[in-house]
């Protein structure tokens, strides 16, 4: 089983009068929002950052492209990579000696992260097509339970919807656990 990774996004810049609910409300488009959080940086405490933690990898992916979105006024930085751990990491490199161009490489670190959370989530987006049977000319009465014990014969489903098409007819999306029973 895939270890479980926590789908964190960083916001930075942000004004002190940003609140939870204004954050949800920039990134629900984003993906299902598991939890928002406010920590003061390091040595600043008049200052702070949000980590807002999304379902998957694609509200990470999404909420990125969100830098430079004006909230209440004030342009935010979004990132992947956690101001608490960036600062720690700036002292390691200023205790080991190492001097130059560490902004850049922490800025090309960041891209890099981005860029494997975005593959990650067309990854696990193509993954769950894959997995993802389209079920059609069921009755229009049908019901989710009903679908549920047919498909059931065939392997583990893990999700399962029934829904209209334009012209109001019926069909179901399966989602097995395991992609060759979903062939």
Sequence with gaps: MA????????VRNL??????????????????????????YPNNASQFF???DFRTSAGVAEGSKL???KILG????????????????GRSLVL?????????SLA??????????????KEAAEEQRMRTVHVAGIAQDAKVENLRLLCATFGEVTQIR?????KGVAFGLVEFADRNVAH
């Design 108 to 121: 090309a670190q960041e891209r890099e992260i981005q860029a494997d959370h975005l593959r990650k989530a």
């Design 74 to 89: 004030v342009a935010c930085s979004c990132g992947v990579i956690d101001p608490i751990q960036q600062a720690e990491q």
């Design 50 to 52: 949000a980590q807002i």
């Design 3 to 10: 270890q479980h990774m926590k789908n964190s996004l960083f």
């Design 15 to 40: 004004s002190p009068d940003v609140t939870e609910s204004i954050l949800r409300e920039v990134f629900a488009q984003c993906d299902e929002i598991d939890k928002v959080s406010f920590k003061p």
């Design 96 to 104: 080991a000696g190492i001097q130059g161009d560490d902004e850049e």
């Design 67 to 69: 830098s430079d979105t």
């Design 162 to 166: 029934i829904d209209k098409d334009d």
